[in-house]
């Protein structure tokens, strides 16, 4: 798979623009409860996933979500995008807010970024703060049992690394059959060596990219994998999550691929993070749905 240098251009400035308006929903609390409505959940903000010497004060920190009130509640570890070279978990209040007003709690972590760091660093830090819920989510009323991992692009890429290759997961001593179940939004599943938008976060070599990438690494049962894309989608993310899809079929591992009408590659993250919308709630039936 090969880009033009038009596509790799308009990869980057989307991503941007993607930051920037979530921002601006995030500064304005837009999709936030209305005054006269009270909030349906607990938010406990800023926790240290990771707390060695080496850590990032920043970086290494996450967020939970939980809905007030409840106990035993499926919980989703959300990774954000950002070409693996920006975002941040702050960001993502909004869809923190609405799926734990609906019944599910929400992890949601940042992880460091290139090019302070490059491959395997971010997935590292993913796999420990998916260990970290499942060693703590109980304390604030969730169960460990019925934990569920959810990204969009850079992010859709780590989730689905993480359970298809289990040796991130093995070296936090948990496995890919601690996770109930995968979603991945507009997610990358296939790195490419020599593409400028791969080279700070995974470097030139062939074989580094090819293990980094999740399609490299279906086979036999995987949780099971819930695919969405944009129909105005970055170039090749649309075959990307089909041959994914695919690959998952072929490997009889449990699969469902949704092509999301009238949006693009930034505004099926934005439009998620509201309950309202119907990918948002195809994704909730899915954690519902596998939680059993």
């Known amino acids: 798979m090969r880009y033009n240098c038009h596509e790799l251009a308009s990869l980057l400035n989307d991503e941007a623009d993607a930051m920037n308006v979530l921002c601006v929903l995030a500064a304005l609390g837009i999709g936030a409860p209305a005054d006269d409505k009270v909030a349906m959940h607990e938010r406990h903000a800023d926790i240290a996933y990771r707390t060695d010497k ?15 009130g409840k106990k035993d509640f499926p919980t989703v570890l ?23 007003d609906d019944g599910i709690g ?7 970024l290139s090019p ?21 989510i109980a304390k604030y009323g969730g169960k460990k049992d019925q934990l569920f991992l959810c990204g969009h692009s850079a992010g859709g890429h780590l989730v689905s690394l993480l359970v298809t290759d289990p040796q991130y997961l093995k070296a936090e001593k948990c496995s890919p059959a601690d996770v109930k179940g995968v979603a991945s ?8 060596a020599g593409q400028k938008v791969f080279d700070a ?14 399609m490299t690494h279906v086979a ?54 509201s309950n309202t919308d119907p990918l948002n709630k195809s994704f909730r039936e899915f954690v519902q749905k596998n939680s059993k």
């Not at 693996?84 to 993502?92: E, H, P, Q, R, T």
């Not at 590292?124 to 970290?132: I, L, R, S």
């Not at 939004?185 to 490419?192: A, C, D, E, R, T």
Request: hydrophobic residues 40%.
């Open 106 to 112: 929400c992890v949601i972590c940042n992880y460091r």
């Open 185 to 192: 939004l507009s997610g990358v599943y296939q790195i490419v």
């Open 54 to 68: 080496d850590a990032d004060k920043e970086r290494h920190l996450l967020d939970v979500y939980t809905p007030k």
């Open 201 to 214: 976060p995974f470097g030139k070599d062939e074989k580094v990219c090819k293990l980094a990438s999740p």
């Open 116 to 136: 302070a760091v490059q491959h395997p660093g971010h997935i590292e830090d993913v796999a420990k703060a998916f260990a970290w819920t499942a060693d703590n």
């Open 220 to 273: 036999g049962k995987h949780p099971p994998f819930f695919l969405a894309y944009a129909d105005n989608d970055f170039p090749q993310l649309d075959k990307m999550a089909e041959n994914m899809h695919a690959a998952l079929k072929k490997a009889e591992s449990t699969t469902e691929l949704i092509k999301c009408k009238d949006r693009n590659h930034y505004t099926i993250i934005i439009q998620f993070v």
């Open 78 to 100: 959300f990774v954000h995008g950002g070409s693996w070279k920006s975002g941040n978990k702050n960001l993502y209040a909004l869809l923190g807010q609405a799926l734990a």
